[in-house]
């Protein structure tokens, strides 16, 4: 029996804990959007690398951070609505960065990550850089990375006091990539990719 979803209907992260099948799918203010079956060799690379060097870090200096790759589900609830209910926009970033212990529970993160990196792929390269962009400085994700395999490019983007995203710092080439939400912790861009 295949589960049909109405892709017009607004859905809260109750009716998507209800969903049987394999299908992977995120919740965008309520609306569905599927994502990949599968990444890309040079994705999974990416996402792998990334997250030793984020992992190796925190070890290696014993913070209380930890960090999650996909599927992990990252529930962004409005004005603190903890209610499955009322939450409408539930992701699976590539890699997330949780430094707030209580915001983590058996399904996963509740709130915003300090840091998300989303690496792009062709299919999900407009949802990356337009969708999640929007929806990640609208929940107060402070630093969001927007990595490109193909072109071997980072994008940073830090959200300000304002609430919003600076400009985003581009990196590209043999250059160390400082985290801000690790101090301390600058990676190699040539550690990233092929």
Known sequence: MELTLDMNKRYTY???MTWWDDKRRELIDGFIKMMSPAATLSHAKSVARI?????DYIKG???????FTAPFDVRLPKNG?????KIFSVVQPDICVVCDPSKLDERGCLGAPDMIVEVLSPSTRKHDLNDKYRLYEAYGVKEYWVVEPKSKDVAVFILQDDNTYAEGLIYTGKVN?????LPGLEIDSEDLFD
């Open 81 to 85: 609505e903890k209610e499955d209910n």
């Open 51 to 55: 997250n030793y060097c984020l992992f």
């Open 61 to 67: 200096h014993k913070g209380q951070c930890q960090v």
């Open 14 to 16: 109750a009716d998507y």
């Open 177 to 181: 990539i400082p985290v801000q939400s």
